[in-house]
């Protein structure tokens, strides 16, 4: 089973909020997770970002692959050092 560490898609039409989630990477982008990373709102100035840091860190050593745009949200959050 691959897991995804990826955005999923809340909020009204043309306002959006994300949740960062674990997910299996065959299921659908709003569909089924196994856990609730945090928050990232890009609609306020600066975009807010919350983020369990510990718990995202524990995913990433068990084998979690963020995508590119849950990546960059993990770094500006502290959970990984910038490479």
Do not use: H
């Not at 955005?7 to 856990?35: E, Q």
């Amino acid at each position: 089973m691959a897991v995804k560490i990826r955005l999923t898609r809340m909020g009204d039409k043309k306002a959006p909020f994300y949740r960062v989630v674990v997910a299996d990477s065959k299921s659908p982008r709003d569909g089924k997770y196994i856990d609730l990373l945090g928050t990232y709102n890009p609609l306020t100035n600066p975009a807010e970002i919350k983020i369990d840091n510990e718990k995202a860190q524990t995913w990433l050593k068990n084998g979690a692959q963020p995508t590119e745009t849950a990546k960059s949200i993990l770094v500006k959050s502290g959970a990984i050092e910038n490479k």
